[in-house]
């Protein structure tokens, strides 16, 4: 005589999956009565690791859509940042403009225009929480690969004008350095001081360029979002 076990029971909790297996209520007398129960475990196994799966595949769903959510509101409001820095960007290469021509008045010894030389650029930064969030948590790994992909694409874009931004303002402090230590630049200074704004416009200029690639990017994004 044979004591198989059977399973007859199942136990889902969202904090622990669990299998029930009990021994038969009546004793085995024949290999009919062992394959029957054989076929009853084997058919509750599969049946619990279909359940399983399919609490596993809901979980993963869910925690795709809730990162896809979060991620669509942070993109939305580092899209208004973006806005925010192409017109600083606007702003300081006027203000750059300016410095130059008072320096070049200075240097050929002609009147030096009454507008005062300043140089403030300042960087503006992007929120990446949700981005963060979602990597660490394994949600990009259960979105399609378009949607991650096209995720990852804008926060890439993000961190390289945020490394653009700091390399402007690296070269704007050297800049800024120079101008307050002179009061009444000598030539050479003025020169100095001409060829350091010269570096910052060109860093500007590669912001610009690197703000409207994302600037694209975002559109893309809304588009194939819809």
């Not at 690296?170 to 009444?184: G, Y």
């Given at each position: 005589m044979y004591?198989?076990?059977?399973?007859?029971g199942w136990c889902y909790d969202r904090r622990e999956l669990s299998l029930d297996v009990h021994p038969p209520h009546e004793p085995i007398h024949s290999w009919r009565d062992f394959l029957l129960h054989l076929l009853t475990i084997t058919i509750g196994l599969l049946i619990a690791v279909g359940i399983e799966g399919?609490?596993?595949?809901?979980?993963?769903?869910?925690?795709?859509?809730?990162?896809?959510?979060?991620?669509?509101?942070?993109?939305?409001t580092n899209r208004r940042q973006l806005a925010s820095i192409q017109q600083d960007l606007q702003?300081?290469?006027?203000?750059?403009?300016?410095?130059?021509?008072?320096?070049?008045?200075?240097?050929?010894?002609?009147?030096?225009?009454?507008?005062?030389?300043?140089?403030?650029?300042?960087?503006?930064t992007f929120d990446n929480v949700s981005w963060r969030t979602a990597q660490s948590t394994g949600a990009l790994a259960y979105m399609p690969y378009a949607d991650a992909r096209r995720?990852?694409?804008?926060?890439?874009?993000?961190?390289?004008?945020s490394r653009a931004q700091q390399a402007a303002l690296?070269?704007?402090?050297?800049?800024?350095?120079?101008?307050?230590?002179?009061?009444?630049p000598s030539a050479a200074e003025v020169g100095e001081l001409m060829s350091l704004i010269g570096v910052v416009q060109v860093r500007l200029q590669f912001v610009e360029a690197v703000a409207d690639s994302l600037d694209r990017t975002y559109k893309k994004n809304q588009a194939e979002s819809k």
């Open positions: 004591n198989s076990p059977s399973v007859v399919i609490v596993e595949w809901q979980h993963h769903r869910h925690l795709a859509h809730e990162a896809e959510a979060s991620l669509n509101v942070e993109i939305a702003t300081q290469k006027r203000i750059l403009t300016q410095d130059l021509k008072v320096l070049t008045a200075m240097r050929s010894g002609t009147s030096v225009p009454q507008d005062s030389m300043s140089i403030n650029y300042s960087l503006q995720f990852a694409d804008i926060y890439e874009g993000q961190e390289l004008l690296d070269d704007s402090v050297r800049a800024t350095a120079v101008l307050a230590t002179h009061e009444k």
